[in-house]
C-alpha cells in the first residue's frame, strides 16, 4: 500500500473503463474522469496523510488498484463517518488482496488515527465486496439510499457495514 505514481495512471484508466470492474456502480470512468479521481486521492493522501492508497503486488510491483480510507463524501443518518473501499482490477480478484489491505486499512483507522468506528457500503448486489467486508470482520447493520446515485436507479439502495474499534486499542 503506497501513494500513487504517475505511471498508475494508465493501469487504473483501464480497469476504471472495466464494465465488469464497474458493474456496481452507474457508470464507467473516461480517462479524463479517471485522472481527475487520481488528482482527488493523491491530494487527500497528502493533505491528511491518509486515504485510498495505491495498491502494488510485492513479487512484481505491478499497480493492482486501490484499497484505504475515505471520509464519506455525502451526508446521511451514518455521517460523518469513514470508510474503508476497495477497487482493484479483474485480473487481480480472487486472492485475498482486498481483504489482506482493508484489514491493514482498518489497523491503521483504529491505531494511527484512532477512529471509534470505520463503515463500508455497498449496493445490495455487489456480493463481492460485501464478502470483503465480513471477511475483514464488519457487521452488516442497515440499508440506506445512496444519495450519489440517482433516484430509482437499481444501484442506489446500499447495505452498510461497521466495525467498531476493538477494545484492546
Ligand atoms: C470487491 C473486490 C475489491 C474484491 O477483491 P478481492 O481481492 O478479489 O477479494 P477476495 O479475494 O476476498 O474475493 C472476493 C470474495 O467474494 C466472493 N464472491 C465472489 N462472488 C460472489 C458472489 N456472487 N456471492 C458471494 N460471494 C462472492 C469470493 O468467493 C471471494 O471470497 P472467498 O475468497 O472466500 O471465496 C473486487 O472484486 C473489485 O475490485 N470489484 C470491483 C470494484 C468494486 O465493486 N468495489 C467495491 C465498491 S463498494
Not at 480497469?15 to 456496481?24: C, S
Not at 479517471?34 to 491530494?43: A, E, K, M, P, W
Not at 451514518?78 to 482490477?89: C, I, K, N, S
Not at 482493508?102 to 483507522?109: I, M, P, T, V, W
Amino acid at each position: 500500500m503506497r501513494g500513487w505514481v504517475d505511471a498508475d495512471r494508465a493501469p487504473f484508466a483501464a480497469l476504471n473503463v472495466d464494465p465488469e470492474v464497474m458493474e456496481h456502480f452507474p457508470s464507467t470512468l473516461s480517462r479524463v474522469e479517471s485522472d481527475h479521481l487520481v488528482d482527488l486521492i493523491q491530494g487527500g493522501l497528502v493533505t491528511r496523510g491518509w486515504g485510498l492508497w495505491a495498491i502494488e503486488l510485492l513479487a512484481t510491483a505491478t499497480f493492482i488498484g486501490f484499497v484505504g480510507l475515505n471520509a464519506v463524501p455525502f451526508e446521511a443518518e451514518f455521517t460523518p463517518a469513514v470508510e474503508v473501499g476497495w477497487r482493484l482490477g479483474r485480473a487481480h480478484w480472487g486472492h485475498g488482496y482486498a481483504p489482506e489491505a482493508a484489514s491493514a486499512a482498518l489497523d491503521y483507522g483504529f491505531g494511527a488515527l484512532h477512529l471509534d468506528r470505520i463503515v463500508s457500503f455497498t449496493s445490495l448486489s455487489n456480493f463481492r465486496s460485501q464478502a470483503v467486508m465480513r471477511k475483514v470482520g464488519m457487521t452488516r447493520i442497515g440499508e440506506f439510499d445512496n444519495p450519489g446515485v440517482a433516484e430509482g436507479h437499481p444501484l442506489r439502495r446500499h447495505l452498510l457495514y461497521a466495525m467498531d474499534r476493538p477494545q484492546h486499542r
